[in-house]
């Protein structure tokens, strides 16, 4: 995974756990006594606990897109939730770079209304304000490809012309971080090539999108990495070719009712599953967060490492490459294995404008803004081949949307994505590759 | 993210760095709160719009039932109280007094019953996306409020017009202070009770009952001062309550032409902005439990 470590986080979801109480009629759990008494006269008849989510250690790094497959009830709607921020989990914590967006705009919409006044609703809904919702209009009619139908109620519209109108009112937002929960399913395959050509985009700009989606063929296509979740937990994490291939595999026999060989592969995949941890590096900026409360220690928080336990700020540690880091090396450990440690990344780049993105605005709108009258969301280095801070500079729309940097970069790993569906065997980040 | 053994058989984790990731979903400072909640103010607007129209869209008049559905209850209470029962209670020009109190209390009243609601019937958008969650009760005191602002031209049009005629003074112009800070109230009143309505999802039925010992409290039908003449601890207690102020002060500028007792706009000024700030801070404090319903 040394490739893709070498990329910045943009999700870190630590031991995330969620619990739902929730009435049952089950006669097992029925409730006893005085309780049980109660439950009979107000009308309930019992409440269980089920765990969504046990314990889930997962990251997303930035320009990647991961696949979440899994049947029914494992917890990945759930997941996407409080990755999104919708819901807080019950125990551990999850960080990201940019505000999430879970592709559910279609809440905010009005059947009644027809789609150009759904349109306008949805993109301010996402936080745009009316003159960016007034620019933002063409790209979403281009890319849902509705047409004259874009006039028409939006009742009257087929599943999959809303499914299309909701993506791409989710787009106009140009998220940084986008949450599909099986959205994409219902498009035909002009929209499937346009909406592919705008998750490119919005990984080129060093974004990152999470596809669930039952179709492990869709995963293997679309996704750099794929991760398994089974009853609240990641079971595999890997590249989306063989994780997707194993759930294929699993499901498949599932659904034929050859429950030894389902139960088989699932005990075979679970012996080999790694319980995975992460250490989150704490830097200085995030221990005095915005919300007050938000540094809530979580119970199981793993130390931090010893050689940045100390560190005060960013810039000290780029001037000096880190002494207390080789003094600690030599020792604990031989150097023969200099190469094999997890290297200590944290003060590695200092970002001139992280304290935009840890000012105490979380529940702003997403970062990428193209509002040319205030340029407020150069978040990143002011890198000229930089799509954001590029972008941010465009006067129209649309033009300039066409002509972009990204626009390269999405057809190059559009060619890159065709060229490996035509080879299987190269993998494009494997984790098990130092194992 | 494998393990990788180190000599002393010490597994290590992969590390990553948090620096410039911020935890999702949390509740932000109260400035920033404030400042995502003006910048949804385009959303709040539009959403409370787009209601409205689809609600009145599938009527054939549309529109005209925001006109047509007060004036028709004026005639109503006409028809009932003046031609009817000829009934005045004692109070100069009865049907203006009834119909001031009738439109006014319902304005609050909406915006109370909505308001214990809000959480749960913005539950989709709650789990859709992030927004400041008091744009919620707040989109809701907003549809009420330009349901009302109609509302208001019909009744100030008919008193205006109908015979018991008004004493048309200056004073007709209070009407907007007094729209202003029953508005204030009622978000208050509703970001109260959203949250509460969140914690507790009966209270929507207690809410409805309490909705109308308030009516009887607050002199709609009646002059509490008339009735409650023999109970000078209650009626002094009743002085304090906020809809009979909003009530008497919105009467003495529309109907009589008199200047209101100046405790009446006192009592009606503290309610507004101090049930303003203490509902809209217990509201943002509760920010992070709306998504689990």
Not at chain 1, 30 to 44: C, D, H, Q, Y
Not at chain 1, 389 to 408: C, M, P
Not at chain 2, 236 to 251: G, I, S
Not at chain 2, 256 to 265: I, N
Request: charged share 20%.
């Amino acid at each position: 995974m040394a490739d893709s470590e070498l990329q910045e986080p943009n999700i870190i979801a630590e031991n995330v756990q969620v619990r739902y109480t929730v009435n049952t009629n089950d006669p097992g759990s029925r409730a006893t006594g005085i309780r049980r008494l109660t439950n009979k006269i107000v009308g309930r008849q019992g409440q269980t606990t089920v765990r969504a989510l046990r314990g889930v250690n997962f990251v997303a790094r930035e320009g990647e897109m991961v696949g979440i497959v899994g049947a029914n009830g494992s917890g990945k709607s759930t997941f996407l939730r409080n990755v999104s921020g919708v819901e807080q989990p019950d125990r551990g914590r999850i960080l990201v770079r940019y505000q999430p967006l879970l592709l559910g705009v279609s809440a905010a919409l009005q059947p009644a209304l027809s789609g150009s006044e759904n349109v306008r609703l949805g993109c301010l809904a996402m936080g745009l304000s009316p003159e960016e919702a007034t620019e933002a209009f063409d790209y979403v009619v281009e890319l849902s490809a509705l047409g004259s139908a874009i006039h028409r109620p939006m009742g009257t519209y087929s599943s999959g012309m809303g499914a299309r109108l909701r993506f791409a009112i989710a787009l106009a937002a140009r998220p940084k971080i986008l949450l599909i929960d099986e959205a994409l399913s219902t498009g035909d395959a002009t929209f499937a090539e346009r909406s592919e050509r705008a998750m490119d985009e919005l990984l080129a700009e060093a974004g990152t999108v999470l596809l669930v989606n039952h179709a492990a063929k869709v995963i293997q296509e679309l996704c750099t990495r794929a991760v398994w979740m089974h009853r609240g937990e990641i079971l595999m994490n890997g590249p989306a070719e063989a994780v997707a291939e194993k759930y294929r595999w699993w499901a498949w026999n599932v659904a034929k009712g050859k429950e030894d060989i389902a139960d088989k592969l699932l005990a075979d995949v679970v012996s080999n599953a790694v319980k995975e941890e992460i250490n989150i590096l704490e830097p200085e900026l995030i221990k005095n967060p915005i919300p007050r409360h938000a540094a809530r220690p979580s119970k199981k928080k793993a130390a931090p490492a010893r050689h940045v336990k100390r560190q005060d700020t960013v810039d000290e540690v780029e001037e000096t490459p880190t002494p207390m880091l080789a003094a600690a090396e030599e020792q604990v450990w031989p150097k023969s294995f200099d190469a094999e440690m997890p290297k200590a990344k944290f003060p590695s780049l200092p970002k001139p404008a992280s304290q935009a993105v840890s000012a105490p605005r979380i529940t702003d709108s997403p970062p990428l803004r193209l509002n040319p009258s205030k340029k407020r969301v150069v978040l990143r280095a002011a890198n000229p081949s930089d799509r954001a801070s590029s972008v941010a500079a465009a006067d129209d729309f649309t033009g300039r949307r066409l002509a972009s940097r990204a626009r390269q970069i999405a057809d190059e790993r559009y060619e890159e994505r065709q060229r490996l569906r035509q080879e299987d065997d190269s993998p494009v980040v494997h984790q098990d590759s130092n194992r | 993210m494998s393990e990788t053994k180190n000599p002393l058989g010490l597994t290590s984790i992969p590390s990553v760095s948090s620096e410039g990731l911020v935890p999702v979903g949390r509740r932000t400072s109260l400035r920033s709160y404030l400042a995502a909640l003006w910048g949804r103010r385009h959303f709040i607007v539009a959403e409370s719009r787009a209601k409205m129209s689809s609600s009145t869209r599938k009527n054939l008049l549309g529109y005209g039932w925001l006109f047509l559905n007060p004036l028709l209850s004026v005639l109503a209470f006409w028809f009932i109280f003046g031609f009817i029962l000829q009934t005045s209670r004692g109070i100069q020009n009865f049907l203006g007094f009834l119909v001031i109190g009738v439109f006014f209390f319902g304005y609050t009243n909406r915006c109370m019953s909505g308001g214990t609601g809000a959480i749960r019937a913005g539950a989709s958008m709650i789990k859709g996306f992030q927004f400041p969650r008091a744009a919620l009760p707040i989109s809701i005191v907003v549809r009420n409020f330009l349901d009302f602002i109609p509302t208001l031209l019909v009744m100030v049009i008919v008193l205006a017009v109908v015979p018991p005629l008004e004493v048309v003074t200056w004073r007709v112009f209070l009407i907007v202070p007094i729209v202003i800070l029953q508005t204030l109230f009622n978000v208050g009143l509703a970001c109260s009770l959203a949250r509460l309505g969140h914690k507790i999802p009966d209270l929507t039925n207690f809410v409805a009952i309490a909705g109308r010992f308030w009516l009887y409290g607050s002199g709609v039908f009646f002059s509490i001062e008339g009735r409650l003449s023999g109970h000078p601890a209650l009626l002094e207690a009743m002085q304090y309550n906020p809809m009979h102020a909003y009530l008497t002060l919105a009467r003495d500028c529309l109907l009589y032409g008199a200047d209101s007792d100046p405790k009446m706009w006192i009592v009606g000024t503290v309610w507004a902005f101090g049930l303003l700030l203490v509902g809209f801070l217990y509201f943002w404090r509760g920010e992070e439990n709306y998504g689990r319903l």
